[in-house]
């Protein structure tokens, strides 16, 4: 399975920004995905997940309100909407996959996804 994560880029704060995951190699219509950031000197952290069957999306506090993840299950393809961007949100974003259902204690934590992909930078100036 390949994961392939695209949108990222540089904007100024208060901006908007879409960050895509393509999945390949099998379908994704009956898993998990979500997606996790990296900031520089930080520990990796999650940033929202979309579960499967329901599609009920899940995020961290600091981004609710302001982002949004959906999926496209016929294009295997996972988004994130990101609006008002603020300089603390910039990092490089992965998106992650696992092709089952998850828990709610399961989505934050990155060890449970087993597909991940190489992410893409999100630059907000201020």
């Known amino acids: 399975v390949q994961l392939q994560a695209c949108g990222g880029g540089l904007v100024q704060a208060g901006g908007s920004l879409r960050l895509s995951c393509a999945a390949s190699g099998r379908p994704f219509s009956g898993g998990t995905m979500g997606w996790f950031r990296q900031a520089p000197g930080k520990e990796r952290e999650f940033v929202a997940a979309?579960?499967?069957?329901?599609?009920?999306?899940h995020y961290v506090d600091s981004v609710k309100g302001r982002f949004t993840i959906s999926r496209d299950n016929a294009k295997n393809t996972v988004h994130l909407q990101m609006n008002s961007l603020k300089p603390e949100d910039t990092a490089v974003y992965h998106c992650a996959a696992r092709p089952s259902r998850m828990i709610w204690s399961q989505l934050p934590r990155g060890d449970e996804y087993p597909y991940w992909g190489q992410g893409t930078l999100v630059t907000v100036s201020s």
């Open positions: 979309i579960r499967w069957p329901s599609g009920s999306p």
